[in-house]
Structures are given as structure tokens and as C-alpha cells.
């Protein structure tokens, strides 16, 4: 008998571009799998909420998020240190035109790597 092979069984670290509510949201998910998470934030006080209180206080109030949840502002991080093999894109329809403009051409380092963008 074949054992089935899930597309989450094959990811460790997920690294997730927009810290809104949907993509924290996304990160509690994929922490509660057992999966790392970095979230990229624009906003300097979402990273600091999430790395300090483990909350995202502006978009995602009251809920608890676990320690293997990061963030960070600085995309070259999110790259280098977290090195996830899947990057997926979560920001508003208002967020799309700033947020794509030649920043997020991320390098995943492995031609393995998957990325998603959703615009929500």
C-alpha cells in the first residue's frame, strides 16, 4: 500500500507576505500543523506586537498566537534567515500596487520552492 503524500507534509517553514488578518490567520493554521512562520509586515508595530506579545494587535486583536509564529519588515530576512519553502502572499486589494512594486521578486533557493500570491 502507497502512503499518501500531502503538499503540507513537504513544508517546514512557511513564509507568509502580509501580516492583515487573513495571513496572521493563515500562520495560526500552519503553526497549530507544526509548521515555523515568518509573516511579513509592512507595519513596524504589527512585527513588534507579533514578536513581543505573540499577538497581532492591529489586525487580528485577542488572538493568542504561538512562539514559532515571527514577523518581520525587512524582506531580505524573510529570505535569508527563514528560508521557507513556501511563500504565500496575503494583502487587500488597496495593498496589492504598493505592496508588489519590485519588492517581492524573493529568491526561495531552491528551484523546490513554491510561492502563491492571494489577494483578498
Request: charged residues 20%; contains cysteine.
Amino acid at each position: 500500500m502507497t502512503e499518501k503524500l500531502f503538499i503540507s507534509d513537504v513544508y517546514d517553514t512557511i513564509g507568509i507576505v502580509g501580516a492583515g488578518a487573513w495571513g496572521t490567520a493563515l500562520g495560526v493554521v500552519a503553526a497549530q500543523s507544526g509548521r515555523g512562520v515568518i509573516l511579513w509586515a509592512r507595519e513596524s508595530d504589527v512585527v513588534d506586537s507579533i514578536n513581543t506579545n505573540h499577538e497581532n494587535a492591529r489586525f487580528l486583536p485577542g488572538v493568542a498566537l504561538a512562539p514559532q509564529i515571527r514577523a518581520t519588515a525587512d524582506r531580505k530576512r524573510l529570505e535569508r534567515k527563514a528560508a521557507p519553502q513556501l511563500l504565500l502572499r496575503f494583502f487587500n486589494g488597496a495593498g496589492t500596487r504598493p505592496a508588489s512594486r519590485g519588492c517581492f521578486r524573493f529568491n526561495l533557493g531552491s528551484p523546490e520552492s513554491t510561492g502563491f500570491l492571494f489577494s483578498v
